[in-house]
């Protein structure tokens, strides 16, 4: 079992930056992938960055280039920077862990607010 923990979301003016991060305890041997999604009102769930054990990332196009992930595999955390920020980047955002195996169950977080003004 591992249990995901997400900080660091709300309120920034456009242009501005936001550094979300999340906490992985539990199991964490197990997590061979971890990144964030995000969620609008009235929009379909967004795979916004990913990054694998091995250091691997990949991005949604929408966030190429103002958005990075990094991760602490010593500290098991992950982290997502956000700059440039516009108010569509409004959203509840979403830290999970996928397990490693031909089956692999996905942990999530609780989910965290960030809210960009124009």
């Known amino acids: 079992q591992v249990q995901l923990v997400e900080s660091g979301g709300g309120l920034v003016q456009a242009g501005g930056s936001l550094r979300l991060s999340c906490a992985a305890s539990g199991s964490i041997s197990i997590i061979k992938d971890m990144g964030w999604y995000r969620q609008a009102p009235g929009k379909q769930r967004e795979m916004i960055a990913v990054?694998?054990?091995?250091?691997?990332?990949n991005y949604a196009d929408s966030v190429k280039g103002r958005f990075t992930i990094s991760r602490d595999n010593g500290r098991n955390t992950v982290a997502l920077q956000m700059n440039s920020l516009t108010p569509e980047d409004t959203a509840v955002y979403c830290c999970y862990g996928r397990e490693y195996g031909f089956s692999p169950r996905v942990y999530w977080g609780q989910g965290t607010q960030v809210t960009v003004s124009s």
């Open positions: 990054v694998t054990s091995g250091g691997n990332t």
